[in-house]
């Protein structure tokens, strides 16, 4: 499986970006998508998760703020941020684990169940 993120940049607080994550290789089987993401000096936490059913979920602190989706059509998995703060200035990850259920904690993502990851795209809020 192959993760391709793109979309992250420079917005003013308050701003918009849609980040996009372009994936491949993973046949027919069943996989739960998500975002995470990485301050500098913090640890990784995740964003939002999204089933194949299109069922999603999301931390607190962009509840509301973000919504993910994916487009199966296209193999590419979305995250649209509004409303943008400087508190998630971070790298962003996609990531597919292979089950049919997302895992989640306090709506949150659990990193440890994602064996696929693309490699970032910085966004930055100032």
């Known amino acids: 499986v192959q993760l391709v993120e793109s979309g992250g940049g420079s917005v003013q607080a308050g701003g918009s970006l849609r980040l996009s994550c372009e994936f491949s290789?993973?046949?027919?089987?069943?996989?739960?998508l998500a975002w995470f993401r990485q301050a500098p000096g913090k640890e990784r936490e995740g964003v939002a998760s999204?089933?194949?059913?299109?069922?999603?979920t999301y931390a607190d602190s962009v509840k509301g703020r973000f919504t993910i989706s994916q487009d199966n059509a296209k193999n590419t998995l979305y995250l649209q941020m509004n409303s943008l703060k400087p508190e998630d200035t971070a790298m962003y990850y996609c990531?597919?684990?292979?089950?049919?259920?997302?895992?989640?904690?306090?709506?949150?993502?659990?990193?440890?169940?994602?064996?696929?990851w693309g490699q970032g795209t910085q966004v930055t809020v100032s």
């Open positions: 290789g993973y046949g027919s089987y069943h996989y739960c």
């Open positions: 999204v089933e194949d059913d299109g069922s999603s």
């Open positions: 990531a597919a684990a292979p089950m049919r259920i997302c895992r989640v904690e306090s709506g949150r993502p659990v990193s440890t169940d994602f064996d696929y």
